[in-house]
């Protein structure tokens, strides 16, 4: 039987602007493309936990307004429970900015609103829905105090808490603390570990498990895949090879299929390989949640790759 994820996280709609090179302060470029996607990093790895197997519990806030619709529109027919997305009258739903490259890389300015005042009173409404899971997959685009409550009530029920740590500069050392493994992307482990830019990423990952009481952590590393490390050792697996066109949604499709592996009672080691391909999948294509592959597309080339 699939495991359980529940995702406590954030709506964005994406207003995805693609240029030849990104303007410089003050400059004003044309784009050659425009897309409107759903996106979030919360709604982003809820799908892709999905895609990839899981029975999936999304919790966060929409606003009462056409992007509200087309995000439950878009949960309903993934298969997601949306029980306990709530809909609020006053702010609208959540935006996302991103400005993507010819390379695919991008840079994002989002909007947080409706995504900003789940309370921890709200999520303590949601502790049934958590307790069930087999993991609490978090990120940082919603209230932190709300997300210290979600890993607080997940680790009372034994349901592990796995921490994505963007944006990074938002992380409470009292939520790190309670999360089981921690994914970082570079610049957010450096900020988490305190480390010099030049630092090596082993050191830094050990820097990180020496300040907080985790099973792991998982430091994303673009297109030179993830490295896994634990109090005892560290690996490093490869980046799937291929061709990138867009990078939006990345980390957090990585995120939704390590999560939904994890839940399924895999390994680390093979959590990440799974996440690390369904990663090297998505980047083929544009957007960010319905660029998440499904678990025949992983399985696929998981038996192809080493």
């Known amino acids: 039987m699939p495991g359980g994820v529940a995702v406590f996280g954030s709506f964005m709609m994406d207003l995805i602007a693609y240029v030849d090179r990104r303007p410089r302060p003050g400059e004003t470029v044309v784009g050659n493309d425009f897309k409107m996607i759903v996106g979030g990093k919360g709604f982003n790895q809820a799908v892709a936990a999905a895609r990839a197997g899981a029975h999936v519990h999304m919790i966060g806030r929409v606003g009462s307004d056409t992007f509200g619709d087309a995000f439950l529109d878009f949960l309903t027919n993934e298969g997601i429970n949306a029980d306990n997305v709530a809909r609020d009258p006053e702010l609208g739903t959540g935006v996302g900015l991103p400005v993507v490259g010819p390379d695919g890389s991008n840079s994002i300015v989002i909007v947080p609103r409706a995504n900003s005042v789940t309370s921890p009173h709200d999520i303590r409404q949601t502790a049934a829905a958590i307790a069930d899971a087999d993991v609490l997959l978090l990120q940082l685009e919603v209230d932190v105090e709300a997300s210290a409550e979600a890993a607080t009530i997940a680790r009372e ?21 309670l999360a089981d493994i921690l994914v970082p992307n570079e610049v957010e482990a450096l900020h988490l570990s305190g480390s010099g830019p030049e630092t090596d990423e082993a050191d830094i990952a050990r820097s990180i498990l020496d300040r907080y009481p985790l099973r792991a952590v998982l430091l994303t590393l673009g297109e030179r895949g993830v490295l896994i490390a634990t109090a005892d050792h560290s690996s490093q697996i490869s980046a799937t090879s291929t061709q990138a066109v867009d990078t939006v949604g990345a980390g957090d499709t990585f995120c939704g299929a390590f ?37 025949s597309e992983i399985d696929r080339l998981m038996r192809r790759t080493p």
Request: charged share 15%.
């Open 157 to 177: 029920a034994g349901t592990i808490v796995v921490l994505n740590p963007a944006p990074g500069d938002r992380v409470l050392p009292q939520l790190a603390s």
């Open 259 to 295: 999560a939904a592996a994890i839940a399924d009672g895999e390994d680390l080691e093979r959590a990440a390989a799974f996440g690390n391909v369904a990663a090297g999948i998505s980047v083929t294509r544009h957007g960010g949640a319905p660029a998440a592959p499904y678990r």
